[in-house]
């Protein structure tokens, strides 16, 4: 069955091209987050691996994902096209997370009418509404996230952090969503702090995790510090690193 076949059409609905790494779709969720606040009825979907579905269906601000059923770097021009053609009439927006010019084919063979994005490898023509990337105003990978959802010359909004619902409490889902942010603290040139909430519905158990990590002008460190609380006893876990 084609990968689309199940996507729900809407006026005002926002494609987002995820990326193919799971620290930087985490992030990601910060974008959806400012979506949201500017568009709160506009449906977002997210274009994503087959792996990260699971990640996108605990995160409430997101309608649905679509499976890109490609392997990462393949190129697959016409996979890519056949995609891009099966999603024509269901977006007004597509929003590209990553900066390589095959993550640009779905979108512009959708038809879809504004189409934002970095620059990145000259994607002149694929996209209509084009960001020149200052990196020194936008120097972590969360800001570049967010900053995509308003106008070209719109003031950063304020960065809102990811939060994962869990409503499955099975060791699997519990491992993956604690995998899923320890990726997001060793992310190289995350300099913000940032914090993840997974709201589970069992009395007051849930499980935070702060992630901080500082950059030196020769060395990177970083420190993660995970807890785990329960309403009687308070679990902490901490780990250091240096690279």
Known sequence: MNAADSVRSDAEAVLIVGPSWVGD???????????RTNAPDAPIDVLAP???LPLLA???????????????????????????RSLRGRYSRAILLPNSWKSAIVPYAAGIPR?????????????NDIRRLDRQRF???????????????????????????VRDLSNT???FCLWCIARV????GMVETG?????LPLKALFFRAHLFSGLSTKATHRHRCYSWRKPSKTLTVKSQSHA
Do not use: C
Not at 62 to 82: D, I, K, N, P, S
Not at 115 to 127: F, H, K, Q, S, V
Not at 139 to 165: E, K, N, S
Not at 195 to 199: R, S, T
């Open 195 to 199: 914090e993840i909430q997974m709201n």
């Open 58 to 84: 605990r995160m409430p601000e997101v309608r649905q994902g679509v499976q890109m059923a490609l392997g990462h770097g393949r190129l697959a021009l016409t996979e890519r096209w056949r995609l891009g």
């Open 25 to 35: 779709m985490v992030m990601a969720q910060s974008l959806f987050k400012a979506l």
């Open 50 to 52: 087959g792996w990260s």
């Open 115 to 127: 189409r934002t994005g970095w620059l990145g490898e000259m994607r002149y023509g694929l996209l």
């Open 173 to 175: 889902v519990y491992i």
């Open 139 to 165: 120097p972590m990978t969360v800001q570049r996230f967010v900053a995509l959802a308003g106008a070209a010359d719109a003031p950063l909004p304020a960065i809102q952090p990811p939060r994962l619902q």
């Open 185 to 188: 603290g060793t992310k190289a």
